[in-house]
T-cell receptor, first 112, second 116 residues
Framework: EDQVTQSPEALRLQEGESSSLNCSYT??????LFWYRQDPGKGPEFLFT???AGEEKEKERLKATLTKKESFLHITAPKPEDSATYLC?????????????FGTGTRLKVLA | DTGVSQNPRHKITKRGQNVTFRCDPI?????LYWYRQTLGQGPEFLTY????????KSRLLSDRFSAERPKGSFSTLEIQRTEQGDSAMYLC??????????????FGAGTRLSVL
C-alpha cells in the first residue's frame, strides 16, 4: 500500500538551531515529491517539488533533498517565523491513475 | 492571479442539514481537487476534476457527498444530511497540467465545517 510517513511529529528548536525533517515513502511509480508549509487555519503553501534521487532545492533557510526512499527538509538557522506544520506529499501512479498522498506533517516550533 | 478562493471560510450547521462550499481556482488551471483535513492529519484526497470532468473519487467520498465543476471553472462540494464526523477543514486546490508535466497544486485557505 502506498504510504508517506513524516518524522518527527513535532519539533521544538531554539532560534538558530539547525535541524532536519524526514519524509519517507513507499509508493510505486513516483512522479514527484512535494513539500508544503501550513500555518494554523490556512491552506498548505507550496515550497518545493523534487522528481529524482539526488535532486536538491533551496529557498532561503530551507533545503529539500530526495533519495529513492525518503526526502529531508533541512532548516538552517531557523527563525520564529519558520514555525508551522511542514507537510510532505507524493504523487504516485497507482492503478493507472495518479494519486497525491500527504503525510501527517511535522509541527515545528522555533523559540526566540 | 488572486490564488485559489474558497467560500465560506467557516460554516456551522446542525446535524442533518445540507451544506455547500464553493471553490474558485486559479483562472488558467485545468485541474481542481478537493481534500478533507482533520486536526493533526494531512489532507486526504476526496475527488478531482480535469476541466469539467470528474475523473476520480476517493472511497472517503460517501453517497452524501457530491461535487460539480460546471463549465470547468468554479466547483462546488455539497454534503447532504451532515453528520458530526463530517466536521473538518475542506480544502480546494488547483493545478495546471500539460502533458506529463509537473503537478504543483496550489491550495485555498479552506472551509472549516462544524457540525453540531
Amino acid at each position: 500500500e502506498d504510504q508517506v510517513t513524516q518524522s518527527p511529529e513535532a519539533l521544538r528548536l531554539q532560534e538558530g538551531e539547525s535541524s532536519s525533517l524526514n519524509c519517507s515513502y513507499t509508493v510505486s511509480g513516483l512522479r514527484g515529491l512535494f513539500w508544503y508549509r501550513q500555518d494554523p487555519g490556512k491552506g498548505p503553501e507550496f515550497l518545493f517539488t523534487l522528481y529524482s534521487a539526488g535532486e536538491e532545492k533551496e529557498k532561503e533557510r530551507l533545503k529539500a533533498t530526495l533519495t529513492k526512499k525518503e526526502s529531508f527538509l533541512h532548516i538552517t538557522a531557523p527563525k520564529p517565523e519558520d514555525s508551522a506544520t511542514y507537510l510532505c506529499a507524493v504523487q504516485a501512479l497507482s492503478s493507472g491513475t495518479y494519486k497525491y498522498i500527504f503525510g501527517t506533517g511535522t509541527r515545528l516550533k522555533v523559540l526566540a | 492571479d488572486t490564488g485559489v478562493s474558497q467560500n465560506p471560510r467557516h460554516k456551522i450547521t446542525k446535524r442533518g442539514q445540507n451544506v455547500t462550499f464553493r471553490c474558485d481556482p486559479i483562472s488558467e488551471h485545468n485541474r481542481l481537487y478537493w481534500y478533507r483535513q482533520t486536526l493533526g492529519q494531512g489532507p486526504e484526497f476526496l475527488t478531482y476534476f480535469q476541466n469539467e470532468a470528474q475523473l476520480e473519487k476517493s472511497r472517503l467520498l460517501s453517497d452524501r457527498f457530491s461535487a460539480e465543476r460546471p463549465k470547468g471553472s468554479f466547483s462546488t462540494l455539497e454534503i447532504q444530511r451532515t453528520e458530526q464526523g463530517d466536521s473538518a477543514m475542506y480544502l480546494c486546490a488547483s493545478s495546471l497540467i500539460q502533458g506529463q508535466g509537473e503537478n504543483i497544486q496550489y491550495f485555498g485557505a479552506g472551509t472549516r465545517l462544524s457540525v453540531l
